[in-house]
């Protein structure tokens, strides 16, 4: 079963729906990030602080949910447009699908732009694979951060996203796209990763990382959280001073 899709022209109505959906995805995903920017990442030590004295536990979860979130997106925008008999929306559906014009060396850039959304997902995938979009045996009782990518690469893709949604919305409607350079321009540390088993018994308010103020149990009864606990099917998150 061949993985190639038929391309249409960008002038054609079902590309320009293509195009606004995408530019549309781009900028949810824009706002997620930039949601957990302001919450985690300001400098200012009496945000934390009125974190941890309000809520510590419930911004805890909220700072694993957000990350394990945007990266599990990260993953399926630049997921393959095609898998077997299943079409994805995806990056390479945009720069692939589509047949765009020749003279303004736009199919080039996209290509170039493509090939970073690739590097940051060759950090990310494991992850994807191992803990996010499925939960491997090994991988859940081996503990181990899976996801890391280096300092700045998620700015780096997040700017290509940006750059995508740029070229392609001005080629088909005449103008860029409205995704914020202003809040895309912000990035989430280097040591960004998933991991099964999170260092337990913290009294800090969420950390820069991912939130080591989580225990993730799978299959197992965790000890009574100071907090509270949330259920999900056989995974049980507890939170604890």
């Not at 030590?45 to 004295?53: A, D, G, N, V, Y």
């Amino acid at each position: 079963m061949s993985d190639q899709l038929k391309t249409i022209s960008y002038t054609d109505e079902s590309a320009k729906e293509i195009v606004k959906r995408f530019c549309g995805h781009v900028l949810w995903l824009v706002t997620v990030r930039h949601t957990y920017r302001v919450l985690f990442e300001d400098k200012e030590p009496s945000c934390r602080t009125l974190m941890e004295k309000t809520a510590s536990w419930f911004f805890a979860a909220l700072n694993r949910i957000l990350q394990e979130y945007l990266l599990l997106e990260c993953a399926k925008i630049t997921d393959r447009a095609k898998n077997g008999e299943h079409e994805n929306f995806t990056v390479d559906t945009v720069v692939r699908n589509i047949c765009w014009p020749d003279d303004k060396n736009i199919q080039k850039e996209l290509e170039s732009l493509h090939g970073i959304t690739e590097d940051f997902r060759g950090h990310i995938k494991l992850a994807r694979d191992k803990l996010l979009a499925h939960l491997d045996r090994t991988a859940v009782l081996s503990g181990k951060a899976l996801g890391g990518f280096p300092e700045g690469k998620d700015r780096t893709f997040f700017d290509a996203l940006q750059r995508i949604c740029n070229i392609t919305h001005e080629a088909c409607f005449g103008r860029v796209a409205h995704t914020s350079r202003r809040i895309l321009s912000g990035c989430m540390r280097p040591s960004r990763s998933v991991s099964a088993d999170m260092p337990r018994n913290s009294t800090s308010a969420p950390p820069d990382g991912f939130c080591r103020d989580v225990c993730v149990t799978r299959g197992a009864t965790p000890p009574p959280p100071t907090y509270g606990s949330l259920s999900i099917g056989n995974r049980e998150l507890s939170f604890r001073k």
